[in-house]
């Protein structure tokens, strides 16, 4: 049933705080007819969880004497250094600058790399040209990207089996001391920190040893880094056969105001206790319906909420806390969101996968140098071919009808 009434005379905190492209994925004929649940983060101005970021090894960066990178040739000195300086001092030629690895068919981990040529190929992958929304792997952007990545490959700073690799053998470089560089969630600073230092056996070190950076700006000026969907949990509906449904309406809204900020800590003696007058996770599994709840309660944080509701391995320890909190102000600032961040025509549906299949692959073959750069031209034309171009058409019908 259309909400757009229920909306305004109950939902007024929702509507003013929900992202306004979240609606346009609810909707049918210019009516509401779902409420979105909706991951927020605390900066305005985009629709997209920042939660990635890039990671360094500042105990490597300090011993080199090397700043933290801003621009991509800046940043492949330092990828170069963290290959051949002997970073962790061993005396071994056993380090890389940054690694890569592929997770549900797709390439993952060198989105910053991609991002400083405006062509990420993981989330945001439709990007908005001259008002026409283009696939990025398809951009000729893409084929400067892939030329670099090339290049890094050959000098042996990139992984040469990046393309082997599952996103846990990846991070297992990570902790075995291995990497230099990788991209990263905000929240991980203690967990990578911690088993890293397990691992190398290196000593702990006043402000950290691993240190939040910005996604490189590439030969345009351009940077960008990966971000989640802030739609995530799917679209809630009222039916018809609602007794009353304002009801809804109203536990939604009050999720979204003041007074129901303290629900986001969840459920006394159910989703946390009071211990020593400070509330502690609960280690009681809660009942499905509380976590689906809880979902609803993400609204815009402040940074003082954000201090208030830190991640119990962020808080407990002010070197940790500071950095997972400037990792968030970097990734928020680094993310790029897809022109088209939800929808799929019917057309990427039949086709998307086997053509993500033939992407990936010839991504990898040309980094590697088992193809030619000049094979991106060949990509292009069998992907307009095997159904890319159809659904080009009918992305940009989609995005016409939603910024009129």
Do not use: C
Request: hydrophobic share 35%.
């Amino acid at each position: 049933m259309p909400l757009d009434d229920l909306l305004k005379t109950h939902g007024k905190d929702i509507l003013e705080k929900m992202p306004e492209n979240a609606w346009q994925h609810t909707m049918v004929d210019g009516k509401i007819y779902g409420i979105p649940s909706v991951y927020f983060y605390p900066v305005e101005g985009k629709d997209s969880i920042p939660n990635r970021v890039l990671w360094m090894r500042r105990d490597w960066s300090q011993k080199l004497g090397i700043k933290d990178p801003a621009t991509l040739q800046e940043f492949t000195e330092m990828l170069r250094a963290f290959t051949y300086n002997d970073p962790d001092g061993n005396g071994k030629k056993d380090t890389l600058g940054i690694s890569g690895y592929i997770r549900d068919g797709e390439l993952r981990g060198l989105d910053p790399i991609f991002g400083a040529f405006g062509v990420i190929q993981h989330g945001a992958t439709w990007s908005d040209v001259d008002g026409k929304v283009v696939y990025n792997p398809t951009k000729p952007e893409m084929k400067d990207a892939l030329a670099y990545l090339n290049s890094l490959y050959k000098e042996g700073i990139l992984d040469p089996e990046f393309y082997m690799l599952n996103s846990s053998q990846w991070m297992e470089r990570v902790y075995q001391g291995k990497i230099g560089v990788w991209q990263g969630s905000w929240w991980e600073p203690e967990q990578r920190t911690t088993s890293i230092l397990k691992n190398t056996g290196v000593a702990p070190m006043v402000g950290g040893l691993i240190k939040p950076i910005h996604a490189p700006i590439g030969p345009k000026g351009i940077k960008g880094n990966s971000a989640s969907l802030a739609l995530s949990e799917g679209v809630y509906f009222i039916t018809i056969d609602a007794k009353d449904p304002s009801i809804p309406v109203k536990l939604f809204n009050w999720l979204f105001s003041p007074a129901g900020r303290d629900y986001d800590f969840g459920i006394k003696g159910v989703n946390y206790e009071v211990i020593n007058g400070v509330r502690t996770r609960s280690t009681i599994n809660p009942p499905e319906i509380y976590r689906r709840l809880y979902h609803l309660s993400y609204v815009p944080w402040s940074e003082e909420e954000f201090k208030l509701n830190a991640l119990d391995e962020v808080k407990h320890d002010k070197d940790i806390f500071e950095f997972a909190w400037e990792a968030l102000k970097i990734s928020a600032e680094d993310a790029v969101t897809s022109a088209i961040p939800y929808y799929q025509s019917e057309s990427l549906l039949e086709f998307g996968p086997e053509l993500q299949k033939m992407w990936v692959e010839y991504a990898v073959k040309i980094i590697i140098g088992e193809y030619p750069l000049s094979e991106w031209e060949t990509f292009v034309s069998l992907w307009n071919k095997n159904g890319g171009e159809q659904i080009t058409k009918e992305m940009n019908a989609y995005y016409a009808s939603i910024r009129k």
